[in-house]
């Protein structure tokens, strides 16, 4: 198993940056890939951003695609998101997961964070 802790998120003016961070702790990092997914109030979770065991390939959701980047330190067991220009739709509870495949497919994570809120005020 793996273990996920998210930090980073706060609250910003639209077109600020924030960075997420995920720390995992337990079995080898760089076995699994690495997703975020957010959850806005009232709507079902859903996919911003996943990258692959050694980092080499990422895959973006449309609606961050060229603001937000996904990175990851495998030495460090580290994944982190780089928001820039954040919109006000971003506002959302944010969250890393772990999955041994690189996929977009919220069911194929079995392992998550607590979360961490992310405000982007208009």
């Known amino acids: 198993q793996v273990q996920l802790v998210e930090s980073g998120g706060g609250l910003v003016q639209a077109g600020g940056s924030l960075r997420l961070s995920c720390a995992a702790s337990g079995r080898t990092f760089s076995d699994y890939a690495m997703g975020w997914f957010r959850q806005a109030p009232g709507k079902e979770r859903e996919f911003v951003a996943a990258i692959s065991w050694g980092g080499g390939s990422t895959y973006y959701a449309d609606s961050v695609k060229g603001r937000f980047t996904i990175s990851r330190d495998n030495a460090k067991k580290t994944v982190s998101l780089q928001m820039n220009s954040l919109k006000p739709e971003d506002t959302a509870v944010y969250y890393c997961?772990?999955?041994?495949?690189?996929?977009?497919?919220?069911?194929?994570?079995?392992?998550w964070g607590q979360g961490t809120q992310v405000t982007v005020s208009s």
């Open positions: 997961a772990a999955t041994r495949v690189f996929t977009i497919h919220l069911r194929e994570y079995p392992y």
